[in-house]
Nanobody
Framework: QAQLVESEGGLVQPGGSLRLSCVAS????????MGWFRQAPGKQRELVAT??????NYADSVKGRFTISRDNAKNTVYLQMNNLKPDDTAVYYC?????????WGQGTQVTVSS
């Protein structure tokens, strides 16, 4: 079993920045991919960004504004969010694929509002 602990989100003004982090611990033998998803009220959970196999992937809505990165030595994935917009308001979930088993973080609220 693996556990994921996400950093705290917060309230950010439009145009502001925020960095999320997620640390994986426990029985980790092979992390295939790490990523972030989000779910806004009344909407389905959607992919934000993933990193794995030397590649990154972003949702069109965040390209050029968000950057995903990982520190393999620390089993940590980061999401740097710049130029935040009100539409980015959502609960953000860390996702880690260990072998073929997916794990989810508890979710952290990010609110973009003036």
């Amino acid at each position: 079993q693996a556990q994921l602990v996400e950093s705290e989100g917060g309230l950010v003004q439009p145009g502001g920045s925020l960095r999320l982090s997620c640390v994986a611990s426990g029985s980790i033998f092979s992390i295939a991919a790490m990523g972030w998803f989000r779910q806004a009220p009344g909407k389905q959970r959607e992919l934000v960004a993933t990193i794995g196999g030397g590649r990154t992937n972003y949702a069109d809505s965040v390209k050029g504004r968000f950057t995903i990165s990982r520190d393999n030595a620390k089993n940590t994935v980061y999401l740097q969010m710049n130029n935040l917009k009100p539409d980015d308001t959502a609960v953000y979930y860390c996702h880690v694929l260990i072998g073929i088993t997916p794990y989810w973080g508890q979710g952290t609220q990010v609110t973009v509002s003036s």
